[in-house]
């Protein structure tokens, strides 16, 4: 799976909408189950599932899944180089 | 990081709940979580298991969390393991820090939840930031001070908490600091800041210990087995008053669970042991006496902190059994006779050891214990074998072993199925009970008739009102009894208590004694008057005595002291289960006649002002009028 599909997974699970139904512009305006609480869970489960930390920056900017999948690729190839 | 087999599982579950193989799909998403046991995952589980409500046996109950912190990313983890412990939590979580004023308003949401158990999450920098940050600002003296008014109000809480709910309240103790703000300095006093925090934790101890279903939970100990420096994570403390990080939370949850399962009653009452790699090293029929690894040093010593661990669970009344696969005069040699040995076959329960199926022997081993299959923990080293269990009898707890055999004791403690929130007398002494039970069942075989040896056991039973003493155990036995039960109505030790005090309803306890030992306290009855009849609400016997004509005797003495009281019928339901079986004929036998029949049950009635209920004369009966144990 790539970094997206599994972001897509957990945003699905946390937002319980169907994996279908996310795409990268997908963000809070759009997903009415995501709040600031499943804000917080998306983070925390980001952390745990790709073993990186966020910035308090970097969780201000995810405001779309495009833009988190590209903060989490951006640190796993930092972590990985 | 998710394993290769992970993704297979998630589409496992998706595919047994389509094909409604509501058991396979339960055990799936259990292994599922237990692989991935994150955040990430958490929700699926969750959800799934709601689809498996009213499918698969699961015991609701209800927990407020009390916090001065951000619990709600726990929630779906806790969630997610209890319903892994066949538990469906719902969750109230109370206002941010708004711990103070939900317990002392008695019409808060905490109250208007009404809870089954009520955890206080509070931080030592929440409740005493100036013993926490600001420490070295106190004056001389200030820092005990501080700690007393901490305490205080802790105990204040917990008091104002009881007199307005039942529930049981689970405690957070304090913190210690990561850094003590004067280094090392701070243990060169005697009033240092650790102090003071110890002093606060060693108050709630004693606070708790006066409130009956008040129980504190280590939580400092909890910080510090995982590490101060990983388990807090500053950032998302300030970032969403989130203190603990991330790959935590699920030890948070877990420690949560210790206090649930018991709470639930969803406890083993025995663990079943393998053999072969799990109480030693190596196999005794390949590599004999001097080959198998047992012994103080590496790597026996693996095998050896397992079996402490085992006698550490007897301590708290938890029975032992072996369920292995070998030649039955190799093993019981090993048990008899090897010098590394912790365990001797005084400490098992029952023992099955042959070449038969493991789950034929796990049934064979409750039904020779009298214990349900469902309070059976199972340990084996073999992953087949432990598979085979589950799938065969899914009612038992397989307890899930690491590769490595040094794992394996901190497996069996961690396990909450093996916690208590109390000990009874009679949880330390049940292997004894055990021994003398095999005693007795040898003398039974000698005698002609049931009454020769009814008369040769020469039976004394204590029929007593309720102690402070033999409140819990009272209240334990409603809780665990499953078979020899008319009602099974659970009672916590609240309750109980207030029976007590209400005048018109009547709590006896029955302890039996034997000519081989003491079997303790094995039986409760609830009756309340109400006009001319009086009802037996509830009526329960330990399995341990069942057979022995002593509930003859303790239902002579309600219908005489019913009658007594001026009351003309007594009245009995028995309510059927899965498990209670032996009760059924239990008013039938006494001659009591069947007055209603409904979907529920059965009601049955005796006339006093015609009949009796003859004391068997077996059974010498001592009555004992509370207060004096």
């Known amino acids: 799976m790539t970094v997206f599909d599994q972001i897509r997974t957990i945003a699905s699970d946390l937002f319980a909408i169907p994996p279908g139904k996310i795409n990268a512009a997908s963000s809070p305006e759009n997903i009415e189950s995501w709040d600031s609480v499943q804000h917080l869970n998306l983070v925390l489960a980001l952390e745990e599932k790709f073993g990186l930390q966020l910035s308090l920056e970097e969780i201000e900017q995810m405001k779309t899944i495009g833009e988190v999948a590209k903060i989490v690729e951006g640190k796993l190839q930092t972590t990985a180089g | 990081m998710a394993t290769e087999s992970t993704p297979n599982l998630r589409d496992e579950v998706e595919r047994l709940l389509e094909e409604s193989q509501w058991n396979s799909a339960a055990r799936r998403l259990g292994e599922f979580w237990r692989a991935e046991s994150s955040s990430a995952v958490a929700a699926f589980v969750v959800s799934r298991f709601e689809k498996l409500r009213e499918k698969i046996p699961l015991t609701p109950f209800r927990l407020a969390i009390l916090r001065s912190f951000t619990v709600e990313p726990i929630v779906p983890l806790l969630r997610a393991e209890a319903f892994c412990f066949g538990i469906d939590l719902s969750v109230h979580i109370g206002d941010f820090n708004a711990y103070a004023q939900e317990i002392l308003d008695s019409e808060s949401s905490l109250y208007r939840f009404a809870a089954n158990a009520v955890i206080l999450a509070v931080q030592t920098g929440d409740i005493a930031p100036d013993l926490w940050q600001d420490y070295t600002h106190l004056p001389l003296n200030g820092a005990k001070e501080a700690g007393q008014r901490v305490s205080e109000s802790l105990e204040g809480y917990i008091g104002e908490f009881r007199r307005r709910s039942p529930a049981a309240l689970i405690a957070h103790n304090l913190e210690q600091p990561t850094h003590p703000a004067l280094g090392v300095l701070d243990a060169q006093?005697?009033?240092?800041?650790?102090?003071?925090?110890?002093?606060?934790?060693?108050?709630?101890?004693?606070?708790?210990?006066?409130?009956?279903?008040?129980?504190?939970?280590?939580?400092?100990?909890?910080?510090?087995?995982?590490?101060?420096?990983?388990?807090?994570?500053?950032?998302?403390?300030?970032?969403?008053?989130?203190?603990?990080?991330?790959?935590?939370?699920?030890?948070?949850?877990?420690?949560?669970?210790?206090?649930?399962?018991?709470?639930?009653?969803?406890?083993?009452?025995?663990?079943?042991?393998?053999?072969?790699?799990?109480?030693?090293?190596?196999?005794?029929?390949?590599?004999?006496?001097?080959?198998?690894?047992?012994?103080?040093?590496?790597?026996?010593?693996?095998?050896?902190?397992?079996?402490?661990?085992?006698?550490?669970?007897?301590?708290?009344?938890?029975?032992?059994?072996?369920?292995?696969?070998?030649?039955?005069?190799?093993?019981?040699?090993?048990?008899?006779?090897?010098?590394?040995?912790?365990?001797?076959?005084?400490?098992?329960?029952?023992?099955?050891?042959?070449?038969?199926?493991?789950?034929?022997?796990?049934?064979?081993?409750?039904?020779?214990?009298?214990?349900?299959?469902?309070?059976?923990?199972?340990?084996?080293?073999?992953?087949?074998?432990?598979?085979?269990?589950?799938?065969?009898?899914?009612?038992?707890?397989?307890?899930?072993?690491?590769?490595?055999?040094?794992?394996?004791?901190?497996?069996?403690?961690?396990?909450?199925?093996?916690?208590?929130?109390?000990?009874?007398?009679?949880?330390?002494?049940r292997t004894t009970f055990y021994a003398e039970q095999r005693e007795r069942a040898q003398a039974e075989q000698k005698f002609q008739s049931k009454e020769d040896f009814y008369r040769f056991l020469e039976q004394e039973a204590e029929i007593a009102t309720v102690t402070p003493a033999t409140l819990a155990r009272i209240s334990q036995l409603t809780q665990k009894t499953n078979q020899f039960n008319v009602t099974t109505q659970r009672y916590s030790e609240q309750q109980i208590s207030a029976l007590v005090e209400n005048p018109s309803s009547q709590v006896l306890s029955i302890r039996i004694r034997d000519r081989f030992g003491d079997h303790g306290l094995v039986g409760v009855s609830i009756t309340r008057d109400e006009g001319e009849t009086c009802e037996i609400d509830s009526f329960l016997l330990s399995c341990r005595v069942i057979g022995r004509t002593v509930e003859t005797a303790l239902l002579a003495h309600l219908a005489d002291q019913a009658a007594a009281r001026g009351r003309k019928r007594l009245l009995g339901w028995f309510l059927p289960t899965k498990k209670n079986a032996p009760a059924r004929e239990f008013y039938a036998q006494h001659g009591f006649e069947l007055a209603q029949q409904n979907a529920d049950g059965s009601l049955w009635s005796l006339d006093l002002t015609k009949q009796r209920i003859a004391a068997p004369e077996w059974v010498k009966v001592v009555t004992v009028n509370g207060g004096n144990d």
Request: aromatic share 6%; net charge neutral; hydrophobic share 45%.
């Open chain 2, 189 to 429: 006093r005697l009033a240092s800041q650790a102090e003071t925090v110890r002093q606060i934790n060693r108050d709630l101890v004693i606070a708790a210990s006066r409130t009956r279903g008040v129980y504190v939970m280590d939580y400092d100990a909890l910080v510090a087995r995982h590490g101060r420096l990983r388990w807090r994570d500053e950032r998302k403390w300030l970032l969403a008053r989130l203190p603990i990080a991330a790959d935590k939370m699920i030890q948070l949850a877990r420690e949560w669970m210790r206090f649930l399962v018991p709470l639930t009653g969803r406890t083993a009452k025995a663990v079943v042991v393998d053999l072969d790699n799990t109480l030693w090293g190596g196999v005794i029929g390949e590599d004999g006496m001097t080959g198998i690894k047992l012994g103080a040093e590496y790597p026996g010593a693996a095998y050896q902190a397992v079996q402490r661990a085992m006698l550490d669970l007897s301590h708290k009344g938890i029975l032992l059994a072996i369920c292995s696969k070998n030649n039955p005069d190799d093993a019981i040699e090993v048990l008899e006779k090897h010098p590394g040995m912790l365990l001797r076959p005084k400490n098992f329960a029952a023992m099955r050891i042959s070449w038969n199926d493991k789950s034929q022997g796990l049934r064979e081993i409750a039904s020779e214990l009298n214990i349900g299959i469902d309070s059976l923990a199972f340990l084996d080293d073999n992953p087949f074998e432990r598979e085979q269990v589950r799938g065969t009898l899914p009612e038992v707890m397989v307890i899930d072993l690491p590769q490595d055999p040094f794992g394996y004791a901190a497996a069996l403690r961690d396990h909450p199925a093996f916690e208590r929130l109390a000990l009874s007398a009679e949880d330390q002494q």
